[in-house]
């Protein structure tokens, strides 16, 4: 089935340090890739999406590159802010399918 | 504004006491759908829709039930709630089945089963 893989949490970077959180995917055929964050108390909104190999997604200063041959979607920033400090989940949907399937969540904390 | 509107935020109930929890969108949608949130296992799906009267089960749809009677609302009960079924739960929706668009998510309902 599918499944994705986060690297574990929390992170915890000093601002304007460079960020990357590490994600893995198993699918079978071509899935559409995102990263979701959710701040403190909140839902998950989209951050960006990525819906066919070498695409890049970014919103926000981040960034994430579909990576077929190495099955990944790395998240990554160039210079992070405390405004940053959230849970950033991984997902993938199935081509054509009707479910999203989630990492297991990274949890950014930010300081000055 | 587009949005997806749960109800309520947070809930304290006792074993055994039928519950609902609300869930309404604004945007026209025809896929909806609830997740559960808990530490260390993310989110997992308990139950989606994708259109008016079509419901399917997710990955834990034990102990919930849903009903999609009209498009804009998906309300998920909990008809004898137990203290496992204590989590984090989020509705979703999003345009269509094709999921390149991403999910619109609510602001989270906090359950608690004493």
Known sequence: ?112 | EAQVTQNPRYLITVTGKKLTVTCSQNMNHEYMSWYRQDPGLGLRQIYYSMNVEVTDKGDVPEGYKVSRKEKRNFPLILESPSPNQTSLYFCASSFGTDHRYGYTFGSGTRLTVV
């Open chain 1, 1 to 112: 089935g599918n499944s994705v893989t986060q690297m574990e949490g929390p992170v915890t970077l000093s601002e304007e340090a460079f960020l990357t959180i590490n994600c893995t995917y198993t699918a079978t055929g071509y899935p559409s890739l995102f990263w979701y964050v959710q701040y403190p108390g909140e839902g998950l909104q989209l951050l960006l999406k990525a819906t066919k190999a070498d695409d890049k997604g970014s919103n926000k200063g981040f960034e994430a590159t579909y990576r077929k041959e190495t099955t990944s979607f790395h998240l990554e920033k160039g210079s992070v802010q405390v405004s940053d400090s959230a849970v950033y989940f991984c997902a993938l949907s199935p081509g054509g399918g009707n479910k999203l399937t989630f990492g297991t969540g990274t949890q950014l904390k930010v300081e000055l």
